[in-house]
Nanobody, 119 residues
Framework: QVQLVESGGGLVQTGGSLRLSCAASGSVRSINAMRWYRQAPGKQRDLVATFTSGGSTNYADSVKGRFTISRDNAKNTVYLQMNSLKPEDTAVYYC?????????????WGQGTQVTVSS
């Protein structure tokens, strides 16, 4: 199993920056990809950014150019650097890890960290 713990959320003004961290433990070697999701009140949970085991990254159009996902292998930690924050970025941000499984893959989730952007 994999355990994920997010940190780094908080309150920031429009245009500010935050850096989220997701520390992974357990069967870390089984992880194929790390992802950040977010869910605003009354809205669906949306994929924000992806970091694959091969080192490629992908971003939602809404955050492209403002957010950066990265990984520190030595610390088993993935980060989400968020710049030029907007009120619409306000949400609970969740870290997700995916690994192999049969007949379906294994998904692991953190508890989430609140990000609030004020205007």
């Amino acid at each position: 199993q994999v355990q994920l713990v997010e940190s780094g959320g908080g309150l920031v003004q429009t245009g500010g920056s935050l850096r989220l961290s997701c520390a992974a433990s357990g069967s870390v070697r089984s992880i194929n990809a790390m992802r950040w999701y977010r869910q605003a009140p009354g809205k669906q949970r949306d994929l924000v950014a992806t970091f694959t085991s091969g080192g490629s990254t992908n971003y939602a159009d809404s955050v492209k150019g403002r957010f950066t996902i990265s990984r520190d292998n030595a610390k088993n930690t993935v980060y989400l650097q968020m710049n030029s924050l907007k009120p619409e970025d306000t949400a609970v941000y969740y870290c997700n890890a995916r690994g192999p499984g049969w007949p379906k893959v294994n998904d692991y989730w953190g508890q989430g960290t609140q990000v609030t952007v004020s205007s």
